[in-house]
């Protein structure tokens, strides 16, 4: 067995890991996963999609650093607006950029 957990795994949340177990033990039903939670279908099948743009999100390997795969996490989350994300982005390539300039802004 796998000492490591893999990436996408390690990158959900306690509330995630308890979703997932129930749904295992729950045989997979969604409907029984909505009656465990107290919760509509459509809320649970929601929190499923949720989840499974962040299982992918979290698996991509196109963004090249860290910052930008932690992003695109929390956006397929639903806990930061792709606005947002966007700025922060920019913000974080426009520093990085800076300090490979030994802190100067490009053009100077």
């Known amino acids: 067995m796998p000492s490591e957990l893999p990436d996408w795994l390690a990158d959900l949340d306690e509330e ?5 177990r129930r749904l295992v033990l729950g045989s997979g039903s969604l409907k029984a ?4 939670y107290g919760v509509s279908y459509p809320t ?3 929190r499923l999609d949720r989840l499974i743009a962040k299982v992918k999100a979290a698996e991509d ?3 090249s650093d860290p910052f930008r795969r ?3 996490i929390l956006v397929a989350d639903g806990r930061l607006a792709p606005s947002a994300a966007r700025e922060l982005i920019r913000a974080h390539a426009e520093t990085v ?3 490979e300039n030994g802190g100067r802004v490009s053009g100077q």
């Open 44 to 46: 649970v099948r929601a």
């Open 70 to 72: 932690r992003i695109a």
């Open 61 to 63: 390997a196109s963004p």
């Open 97 to 99: 950029k800076e300090s």
């Open 16 to 20: 995630d890991l308890q979703f997932i």
């Open 33 to 36: 996963l909505a009656e465990a």
